[in-house]
Nanobody, 124 residues
Framework: QVQLVESGGGLVQAGGSLRLSCAAS????????MAWFRQAPGKGREFVAT????????YYADSVKGRFTISRDNAKNTVYLQMDSLTPEDTAVYYC?????????????????WGQGTQVTVSS
């Protein structure tokens, strides 16, 4: 069982930056692929970024490529999402997710564990 707790959301002006953190419980964090998804009002959950269990590879949605960076610190059981050049279209609840087989996928279904989400609001 893994518990995920996100933090770092808030209100920021367009062009600004935020850094989200997701702290995981348990001793097997380094065996999980981790990802960030987001959900805007009235829309489905959308893939943002994923990172392999070692942190050696990361993959991004086209909409955030070049602006967002996912990283992880296995010693701290934490995954991060650095978000730069934010736009109002980035406004959503951001969720951290863990995939227990180490598959760093863009699909929602394979992820076994989810955090409660953190709100990011970008004003124009």
């Amino acid at each position: 069982q893994v518990q995920l707790v996100e933090s770092g959301g808030g209100l920021v002006q367009a062009g600004g930056s935020l850094r989200l953190s997701c702290a995981a419980s348990g001793r097997t964090f380094s065996t999980y692929a981790m990802a960030w998804f987001r959900q805007a009002p009235g829309k489905g959950r959308e893939f943002v970024a994923t990172i392999t269990k070692s942190g050696g590879s990361a993959y991004y949605a086209d909409s955030v490529k070049g602006r967002f960076t996912i990283s992880r610190d296995n010693a701290k059981n934490t995954v991060y999402l650095q978000m730069d050049s934010l736009t109002p279209e980035d406004t959503a609840v951001y969720y951290c997710a863990a995939e227990s087989t180490g598959w760093a996928t863009r699909m929602v279904g394979p992820y076994d564990y989810w955090g409660q989400g953190t709100q990011v609001t970008v004003s124009s």
